[in-house]
């Protein structure tokens, strides 16, 4: 059973243009949202994370929505880059212990 | 290096071995999990180690799959008998006991191909 869904697999978008990736969760206990970033080869690195008390954190151009009431949050990538192109995974876990990914999304960037 | 360390970088076994792979955590990081990676899926909970708490071994997929952890250091991951459907990327990562961020800090994975 997947306890975390994400969409979509993959997505193209344009250089500057607005990058959106969507997950949504059952379990009501998860209280951390990461999001992590990984590069061919490479292990996921974490980008962005919010927990349930707020509804927005944003870093730079890496946004996170949450909606707490309907169970799923977003990334939003602004002014999306050619270097941004990776896969996504987001995240939920309680109490920092068990984490559970999504499928991940594969992020390409045209120039 | 500071990271989580992982060897092999990449293992071709054939059908029916057994192999080890082995993961160096962070220094001082109690928590340590290993997911699996397949081609175009996500990453799949195998096992975590917390601590000197007993390990939730509920995603192991078979008992051909077994991971020990030496006090809070070193991680074998075993798998006896292995098939093809075995053949994945296998990422180790690990994380500080009562860190606020719960950040997973992940090595760069070991490649197992099961000819």
């Known amino acids: 059973q997947q306890q975390v869904k994400q969409s979509p697999q993959s997505l193209i978008v344009q250089k500057g243009g607005i990058s959106i990736i969507n997950c949504a969760y059952e379990?009501?206990?998860?209280?951390?949202f990461p999001w992590y970033q990984q590069f061919p080869g490479k292990g996921p690195a974490l980008l962005i994370a919010?927990?349930?008390?707020?509804s927005e954190k944003k870093e730079g151009r890496f946004t996170i929505s949450f909606n707490k009431s309907a169970k799923q949050f977003s990334l939003h990538i602004m002014d999306s880059q050619p270097g941004d192109s990776a896969t996504y995974f987001c995240?939920?876990?309680?109490?920092?212990?068990?984490?559970?990914f999504g499928t991940g999304t594969s992020l390409t960037v045209i120039p | 290096g500071a990271g989580v360390s992982q060897s092999p970088s990449n293992k071709v076994t054939e059908k029916g071995k057994d192999v080890e792979l082995r993961c160096d955590p962070i220094?001082?990081?109690?928590?340590l999990y290993w997911y699996r990676q397949s081609l175009g899926q996500g990453l799949e909970f195998l096992i975590y180690?917390?601590?000197?708490?007993?390990?939730?071994k509920s995603g192991l997929p078979s008992d051909r799959f077994s991971a020990e952890r030496t006090g809070e250091s070193v991680s074998t991951l075993t798998i006896q008998r292995t098939q093809q459907e075995d053949s994945a990327v296998y990422l180790c990562?690990?994380?500080?006991?009562?860190?606020?961020?719960?950040?997973?800090?992940f090595g760069e994975g070991s490649r197992l191909t099961v000819l």
């Open positions: 379990n009501t206990a998860f209280d951390y």
């Open positions: 995240a939920a876990s309680t109490a920092g212990n068990q984490f559970y």
């Open positions: 180690f917390q601590g000197n708490s007993a390990p939730d």
């Open positions: 919010i927990r349930p008390d707020v």
């Open positions: 220094s001082g990081h109690t928590a």
């Open positions: 990562a690990s994380s500080p006991l009562g860190s606020n961020t719960g950040e997973l800090f």
